[in-house]
């Protein structure tokens, strides 16, 4: 169809141009009409449009939903679980205490059975008692290992007071005395087992008993000095005992070892026999304690019943 087959073409105004002259003439802008013929909207019912309403917007004649709250929920139903095998509480049983697994074993294997056959309540029953079986094993085992643990304990403790009763001194003192007895001494003195070899003391106030002393210089006046410390030789210990690591041998034989040595020192300090030197001699030795410390200190002492000056060597050289 070409161009000059087309109807021509009519403006709204219904003016149709003239096929020999030109079309009327029309405003740029024309005033618009008004959408209603009368200004005023016409009467009757509404009827809608081919369109759809929007989202949300309810339709006309249609009434509006309910917007006080959403419906309530409900949750569905899930379906119960299958029962367990209790195989689980067959490892615990297992593991804590083997007879209680022996127990739960055959429960397991019938519950396995029944689930295979879907028997769910009997897979239920047996399953049950194989936990039950579990739970007894590893209750048993917590109430075991408790008891045990306190019995451990208790005969820990045991054991060191029968050791503590058992390391006691082994015989009653015999020239020695016990170390909470009092003695003499200066309070402000030095006791008499921190006493070195060649210190020199004064002796008035001192009893038998002697706790403290006061150390002078030897150039000084002084009734006292700890003039030797020996230790207990190996081949006394070998001698007596067999062995240079014996228990404690005794007050006794202790007092009269370190008493030997002591004298056997003063003779060879003064060049003579110590019973002839008019000289007082003691010692302080291990006691039972002291001898479980590795302790096999003697110390030896001499005191004189008037003061002198110097050593023990040279009183006894100038003549006493």
């Known amino acids: 169809m070409s161009g000059h087959d087309l109807p021509p073409l009519v403006p709204p105004d219904g003016t149709a141009p003239t096929p020999d002259g030109p079309a009327p003439a029309r405003p740029l802008f024309a005033e618009p009409a008004p959408p209603y ?162 210190d020199c003391y004064l002796t008035d106030g001192l009893t038998d008993v002697v706790r403290t002393v006061a150390v002078v210089p030897c150039d000084e006046p002084h009734g006292g000095e700890l003039y030797e410390v020996t230790y207990i030789a190996g081949w006394a210990l070998r001698e007596d005992f067999g062995t240079i690591s014996p228990d404690y041998p005794g007050d006794r034989w202790m007092a009269e070892h370190a008493d030997e040595a002591c004298r056997a020192a003063l003779a060879k300090a003064t060049g003579g026999p110590a019973d002839g030197a008019g000289l007082h001699v003691w010692h302080t030795a291990p006691d039972a304690w002291d001898w479980r410390a590795q302790d096999r200190r003697i110390a030896c002492l001499a005191e004189s019943e008037t003061d002198v000056v110097g050593p023990v060597g040279d009183h006894r050289a100038n003549g006493g």
């Open 37 to 198: 013929a009368s200004g005023s909207r016409p009467s009757g019912a509404y009827t809608p449009g081919p369109y759809a309403p929007a989202p949300g917007v309810p339709a006309p004649g249609v009434p509006a939903p309910d917007v006080a709250g959403p419906a309530p929920y409900h949750p569905v139903p899930r379906p119960p679980a299958p029962p367990s095998s209790g195989i689980g509480w067959t490892i615990v049983a297992l593991l804590s205490w083997w007879p209680f697994g022996l127990w739960a074993y055959p429960h397991t294997q019938r519950a396995t059975l029944a689930l295979a056959t879907g028997d769910l309540e009997q897979a239920s029953a047996e399953a049950a008692k194989a936990r039950r079986a579990g739970i007894t094993g590893l209750v048993c085992t917590i109430v075991v290992s408790l008891v045990l643990t306190v019995a451990m304990l208790v005969g820990f403790v045991a054991l060191v007071l029968w050791g503590e009763s058992r390391l006691g001194p082994p015989e009653s003192a015999t020239s020695y005395v016990a170390d909470n007895e009092p003695g003499s001494g200066p309070a402000d003195g030095t006791s008499v087992w921190e006493l070195r070899e060649g």
